[in-house]
C-alpha cells in the first residue's frame, strides 16, 4: 500500500496549517472595514461591525420614487414575526372618495364623501337642506375667528321650526329661548332707507294699544309685554310672521313709535302751557 504524502509542493501539512493560522489571527473575521450604504447607519472594522437602519436622519419622503415592483419588509405578527417581503403593487389601494375638497368619513368600512362637506382655503363649509344640518355632540362647538352660514340656523330647534335668520324655541322654563349680549344693533342709516317719514297719529295709535301682563302657556312663567294679533291692526310695521301667521313682535320698533308719542304729548303740553300763561295775563289785568 503506498505512502499518503503529507506535503504540498514544498510545504508540509504542519507548516501549511501554521500558515493559515497565521493569516486568520491577521486578518480577523477576514473583514476589514464595513461601509454603511443607503438608509443605513453604522459600520465597522475587523470583527465588530455594527449596522443599524438609519431612521433620525429620514426626515421625510421628499426626493424618493417608489415603484409598483418596490418591495418593503414586515414582520408578519401571525406567522411569529418572521419578515416577508411585499411588494407596493400589493399593498390595498383605496384612493380618496368624493372630488377636490370634499372630507372623508368612515362609511361601513369604506371611504366616503359628500358635496355638502367640503373644507378649501381654510374654509370649512356645510351645506343642505335644514334637516340634514345638525351639528350636535356632548361637548361645545367651538369656532375661533369668522362662522360663515347660508341660510338659516336654528338653535335648539330644527327642521320646519326653523323660521329665521337664527330661530330659537319659544321656551320660557329655561334660558334655551334667550340671548345675552353687552348690546344689539339694527341696520338704521338712511342710506339704507326710502320714503323717510314722521310717525302720523301716533297719540290715536297709542290709544288703540294696551299693555298685559299674562302667564306663558306651559311653563306658567309670569310675564308682560304685548299681544301680537292686537298691534297688528295698529302698528303692523312691528309685526314677525311664521308663513302668512303673525307669531312675534319687534320690541325695539316700540321704542321709536313711543318716542314720537311723547314728543306729540310735549307739543301738546306746551300748547297748553301758553294758554295757561295768556290765561293768567288776563286775570292779572
Request: net charge negative; with cysteine; aromatic share 4%.
Amino acid at each position: 500500500m503506498a505512502k499518503r504524502k503529507s506535503s504540498i509542493g514544498n510545504y508540509s501539512k504542519t507548516r501549511l496549517d501554521k500558515i493559515i493560522r497565521q493569516n486568520s489571527a491577521a486578518a480577523g473575521s477576514g473583514i476589514s472595514t464595513v461601509t454603511a450604504a443607503n438608509g443605513l447607519a453604522g459600520g465597522g472594522s475587523d470583527s465588530t461591525v455594527t449596522l443599524r437602519v438609519d431612521i433620525a436622519s429620514t426626515t421625510d419622503g421628499s426626493g424618493v420614487t417608489i415603484a409598483a415592483d418596490d418591495q418593503i419588509l414586515l414582520a408578519d405578527t401571525n406567522d411569529s414575526n418572521n419578515v416577508k417581503r411585499v411588494q407596493i403593487s400589493q399593498l390595498p389601494d383605496t384612493p380618496a372618495a368624493g372630488s377636490t375638497a370634499q372630507l372623508q368619513y368612515n362609511n361601513n368600512g369604506a371611504f366616503a364623501a359628500s358635496a355638502n362637506l367640503t373644507f378649501a382655503s381654510s374654509t370649512l363649509s356645510v351645506n343642505g337642506t335644514a334637516a340634514s344640518k345638525i351639528l350636535s355632540g356632548s361637548t361645545n362647538l367651538s369656532i375661533t375667528g369668522s362662522a360663515e352660514f347660508t341660510g338659516s340656523l336654528g338653535v335648539n330647534v330644527k327642521g320646519a321650526s326653523i323660521t329665521h335668520g337664527i330661530t330659537l324655541p319659544n321656551e320660557t322654563s329655561d334660558n334655551s329661548g334667550m340671548i345675552k349680549a353687552t348690546a344689539y344693533l339694527t341696520y338704521s342709516s338712511a342710506r339704507f332707507k326710502t320714503n323717510i317719514e314722521t310717525i302720523q297719529e301716533p297719540l290715536e295709535k297709542l290709544d288703540s294699544l294696551r299693555g298685559v301682563t299674562f302667564e306663558w302657556r306651559g311653563s306658567g312663567k309670569k310675564d308682560m309685554g304685548f299681544i301680537v294679533e292686537e298691534v297688528e291692526t295698529v302698528l303692523p310695521e312691528m309685526i314677525g310672521y311664521d308663513g302668512q301667521t303673525a307669531s312675534s313682535l319687534d320690541y325695539a320698533k316700540m321704542t321709536s313709535f313711543l318716542l314720537q308719542c311723547v314728543k306729540n304729548q310735549q307739543e301738546i303740553l306746551e300748547h297748553q302751557q301758553k294758554e295757561i300763561e295768556s290765561l293768567k295775563s288776563l286775570i292779572v289785568k
